[in-house]
């Protein structure tokens, strides 16, 4: 029995030798046995090196290329989804072509604007307000009289600074107009105390309607914020327009829109010439058409800018350099010149007359010291803005059929007697029969005499509403007439007073009249 345990012992020894080597080290320790590892090869590990993320570097607003986004980004107010803004937005969105001409209107006065409301630490959707006022068109104007870019009436503008004359309107100045409104704004957001739904609602009707609303429903217990408010149909419109659009700028990707960029970068320069100038020669020493520059300077009414010292421009950036180079190269000859050569017994003064000008006016663009000049003298003529601007008006002159359109209430005879002609007369020009019944709209034909085109194709008749208050001389004020023309319009008596609800027939600039 020992033998087969021993034998076993044995084997397992053998067993074991087979497997390793091991070799006995002289140590401290006594028997110790260090087993020799297997040759295998070994595989260098390569290094995990991690790729260096991309630094993302977030643009400021400033920063940002289109000036929509530039808004966007920091426009805070919380545009609330109910009904109205829903109705307005939806409206937007399946209207784009009404946004792609705004923007197209917009694109030199955005940038302008926005850099006014930052200044001045407004909220951002106040650059978008041009959008609901006038579509952003400088040359709006409505049936209340408002006019331009902020649809500011003659009232609030002269408060706010704004002159008007017949040479000029600071309303449609988009400069000084932006101030004024940017100033009324600020100036309404304090009246209550910080609300700006309320202050942009009395922007609208005025601050007197909106706080006779916010009392009425104090007074009745209930809410006294914008949306409970009872205002008229416009004024309670006018806070979800501007909140739908504002959406859509915010998330033009959610709801699949697209509105042309404008560039974040100033495009417009105000230049002060220091002299009365004619727009069409300002247009060519900039190197621009002249429509273009009417429509960055809609204020200048006569199609030259003002004799009172209101005479600065605003010009493409790209083009003030020409514009100044252009005018110092023609000796500031600002207005249309003439060139004339003296000749016997002609003086300053018989110059001047002849070519509707003025003396100094002649000493200082040929730079004159004293009214000495003699025989065969070259002298540069300016001709005065008046007389530009009649000529201009004649020039105007052609004979066409002048036409009229039928409002409600009109007869043959109202027609006939207000336009100095006689019934006979129109059914002959129309092909009327004696018992033809007019129709609101239809077109009359008046006359094939001699009309100016001016007023042919540049004014429309509107149907105006006479509120409390108005008188005859306010009307006039409000549309740019005269209180004679009002009367000759509607066949008023010196002495007849105007009644609240009266409706008169007024002729203003359709140009003008906000689409």
Partial sequence: MKFKILLASVLVIAGCQTTKETTQVDTNQQNTVVEQPINTPVVPVAPIVKKPQPVVV??????????????????????????????????????????????????????????????RGMPLELALLPIVESSFDPHAYSNMAAAGLWQIIPDTGRRFGLKQNSWYDGRRDVVKSTAAALNLLEYLNKKFDGNWQQALAAYNTGEGRVFSAIRKNREAGKPTDYWALDLPKETSSYVPKLYAVADIIMHPKKYGFHIPPISNKPVIEVVKPGVQMDLAIAAEFAGISTRELKDLNPAYRRGVTAPNGLNHLLLPIKDVK??????????????????????????????????????????????????????????????????????????????????????SGDNLWSIARQHKTSITKLKQLNRLSKNTILKKGQRLKLSTAAVTKITATKHKTIIYKVRRGDSLSVIAQRYDVSVAEIKKWNNLASSKYIKQGQQLKLVIDKRKVKA
């Fill in 58 to 119: 977030k643009l400021t607003p400033q920063q940002q290329q289109d000036v929509w986004d530039r808004i966007a980004m920091q426009i805070t107010t919380k545009i609330p989804n109910n009904k109205r803004v829903q109705y307005y937005r939806n409206w937007y969105l399946n209207n784009p072509r009404n946004l792609e001409i705004i923007a197209q209107r917009a694109q030199p006065f955005l940038y302008y604007i926005t850099e006014q409301v930052e200044k």
């Fill in 322 to 407: 020409r514009f100044k180079r252009e005018l110092a190269q023609n000796r500031n000859a600002s207005i249309i010149t003439h060139h004339h050569r003296v000749k016997a017994g002609e003086s300053l003064g018989l110059i001047a007359k002849r070519y509707h000008s003025s003396i100094i006016a002649i000493q200082k663009i040929n730079k004159l010291k004293t009214t000495n000049i003699h025989i065969g003298q070259s002298l540069t003529i300016p001709t005065s803005p008046i007389s530009l601007v009649n000529r201009q008006h004649r020039a105007a002159i052609n004979v066409e059929a002048q036409h009229y359109v039928v409002q």
